[in-house]
């Protein structure tokens, strides 16, 4: 099994279902975020790490009100987790999907979608998953 897959083990196990909180010394705790169809990305479609040198790149990405991303396709799993407000994303021909504070979800792997920001500024916390000398994303059209 290679490094991601454990990862993600580890990530699906600490986001299940099952509520719980990590205690450590000194009173901080580790609660889970809950993640959205834990095996498969947000469209349903299931998903693996690539073979490789892994690649794990987190970002803390700020939507202003009114901020549209372009068209782009993941190119490798991207877990977000919704810190503020809330962005629509365009799917093409597999619709619309709306994501709130506190969701958490899995983006598809090479389909091509949009974001879209409200009246208000939003915030995400992304971490793409990806592998070393393949892109994390890259730029196609809607589908």
Known sequence: ????AIGLLALGTL???TSFAHNYEGGIT???ITIQNQSTD????PFDY???TPSVKPLNVILGPGEETNWHQHNVPLWVYVTEGSFVVDY???G???FSKCMSYLEP???CHKGINGTKQSKAIIVYMGQVGIEDHTDCKRQ
């Open 1 to 4: 099994m290679n490094r991601f």
């Open 15 to 17: 986001s299940g279902s």
């Open 30 to 32: 580790a609660d889970p």
């Open 42 to 45: 947000v469209l349903g479609n």
């Open 50 to 52: 690539a073979e490789g």
């Open 92 to 94: 093409g021909s597999k």
């Open 96 to 98: 619309e999907k709306t």
């Open 109 to 111: 792997m090479n389909w």
